[in-house]
Structures are given as structure tokens and as C-alpha cells.
């Protein structure tokens, strides 16, 4: 959930899913993917600094990954862990090659870059119903958005990228304006508590990941136990 400060308060960006694709086709999302076998090369675990709380290496790997895929975003240090801003071509030039299939550790090691894991706060695990035909094992994480780069859809997977208030943002699906799935209507509720970026990631440093597991109902409608999707 890549999230900034605005002047009305918190802002968080989705992007829309392409319409053709297999599972949640043109529904609103938070940027990510499923981890791929490069992520847990170990000649791409050595290039990050850091960690993201107690999730999986492989899993940050590919939440960095799929956020320079989906939303045109990388966080980054060099090779002597000193942070610096990125030339968006840079960036560009980077996600190209990474969606032409050029191993994410050639393009880093390339560069001098190790990816910056300290950047992403992880927030929480979510195991979908066994009951359901596509299932997925899904950790969520926080990172605020750089000031030097610009986030944009890969128009490919993703479609038309936008800054919401969580707030809005669940009135507009409300009105059938936005599609958006239990998951992600569930994190956006969680983050109208919380009017600036600071306040959201100390709080959500403070917080003890367990897996929440929703249910299906036999009417096909998806639900959670009491108190297990507490904030």
C-alpha cells in the first residue's frame, strides 16, 4: 500500500486491473504479485539492505519487485547503503527490462543497487477461504511514497493509477463507481483511522502479524470471524 501525505490528509494509490485478466479482472488494487522464482534466487537475496519486519525475504523481494513492475516505483541504496534520488528514466529504463524478463539481480547488480527493505513496513497476512477456486497466501505492506518519483501503471496488467483518501476512495465503490474485493475494501477501512502517513506507519510497526483466514458463506458471500481482523 504505497500511501502520502496531501493537504486533505492521507492518500493512498490504486490502480485499476486490466479487464482481461483471470482473477479480479478490473477491480481496484493495491500494487503486487505473486512471488516468482527469481525472488528467492540467492543471487538476489544478497542485494537488499535490511528486512521488512518478520515477512519472508522472497516476499519482499517480490513486494520491491512488483512495485517497480506494476506502479514504476524502487526503492533503493547504493552499494554502501547511502540512499540517493533516482533520474525517472532510470526508473523507466529499469522496469522495462525487468517486464522483458531480465533477472532483477543482473539489472541491480548492474547499477550498484541493493534494494532498500527498510522502506516497507509490513502490516499484515491474509489467507483466502479454501473455499474459493483461486487462493492466495498474501502479505500486505506499507511504504510511503518517494518524493522523487512519480507512481504510474505499467498499463499492461495495471490501468489508470490514482491518489484516493481511503475514505473516498470506499464511497466510490459504494456508488459502484470503483471495483474493489473484500481484501482491499478491509485495508482501506483499516486506514480511515489515520489522517497522515507517520501516525499510519507507527502504528502499523506496533502491530503483531497473525494470518487473518475469511470464510465463505454457503451464499458465496465472504466474511471474518469476530475480532480477527482487528487494527
Partial sequence: ???????????????????????????????????EAGDRDPATLPLVHGTAGNAPAPVVVAALRELLEEAGILYIVRDDRARTALDERIVHYLR????????????????GFIL???????????????????????????????????????????????????????????RGELS???????????????????PLLAHARRRHIVPTRPFETPAGEIGLAEGSDAW
Fill in 180 to 198: 474493489i474485493i473484500f481484501p482491499t475494501r478491509k485495508h482501506l477501512e483499516r486506514l480511515t483511522h489515520f489522517d497522515a502517513v507517520e
Fill in 1 to 35: 500500500m504505497l500511501v502520502r501525505d496531501e493537504a486533505q490528509g492521507l492518500a493512498v494509490y490504486l490502480t485499476r486491473r486490466s479487464s482481461s485478466s483471470r482473477f479480479m479482472p478490473g477491480a481496484y488494487v493495491f500494487p503486487g504479485g505473486a512471488v
Fill in 96 to 111: 522495462g527490462r525487468l517486464v522483458a524478463k531480465i533477472p532483477f539481480a543482473t539489472l541491480l547488480a548492474e547499477h
Fill in 116 to 174: 532498500d527493505a527498510t522502506q516497507l513496513v509490513h502490516y499484515s497476512h491474509w489467507i483466502t477461504p479454501p473455499t474459493q477456486r483461486i487462493r492466495f497466501d498474501t502479505h500486505f505492506f506499507l511504504a510511503r511514497a518517494p518524493a522523487d518519483q512519480r507512481p504510474s501503471p505499467d498499463a499492461v496488467e495495471v490501468h489508470d493509477g490514482t491518489w484516493l483518501s481511503p475514505n473516498d476512495a470506499l464511497r466510490r465503490a459504494d
